[in-house]
């Protein structure tokens, strides 16, 4: 008896002190835009918002002694995730969203380059990292123009053994790679 139940304890603390790798999800964008107001109040029509990433499942790495402990994943829809959150912050930002390209003012073709979120196991320094990189097609008229975006991010969280406290850092990234590119469209 007293053997069994120090196997159940040690069972129970190996267990309880593994990193638990569940899927982690992106909250719906908050419209929290708080950035410049477009002044001409130009329509804007997000034609496409494609996600290119060769793995769109993956987001990083949970990183222990310097070895890959496990891989962080997403099930989201990531590309519906930015085309719904444009939108909201697009009509923050003071401008029209148009249902038709030939009404629209600008013209938008997002990609989503990559998403990496990197967590180590450093105790007094950032160990939660992340990038979205993202870039923007847009067209005006018959002006077009490439726009790059890359949105990084660190910072420090209490030792994590779940992959659920990764989850507001990624909605801050995503939130903030949202915000910015709005921010950039009213100088237009």
Known sequence: MKN????VLVAFLVSGCTYKNEAVNLHAYKADYAGPISQLR???YIELVNDTRNDKRSIGSVIEKGEKLATLY???NFAEK???GLGYALNMAGFKTATNPDEAALVMEVYI?????LYNDKSFDENLKGSIEIDVKIKSGEYFS???FR???GKWIAPSYSSKNVEPFLYSLFSDSINDIVSRLTRY
Do not use: A, H, W
Not at 4 to 7: A, T, Y
């Open 151 to 153: 949105q990084k991010g």
């Open 4 to 7: 069994l139940f120090f196997v």
């Open 146 to 148: 490439t726009q790059s």
């Open 82 to 84: 930015y085309k719904e």
């Open 113 to 117: 380059r990559d998403i990496k979120i």
């Open 42 to 44: 130009k329509s804007v």
């Open 74 to 76: 997403s099930d989201e």
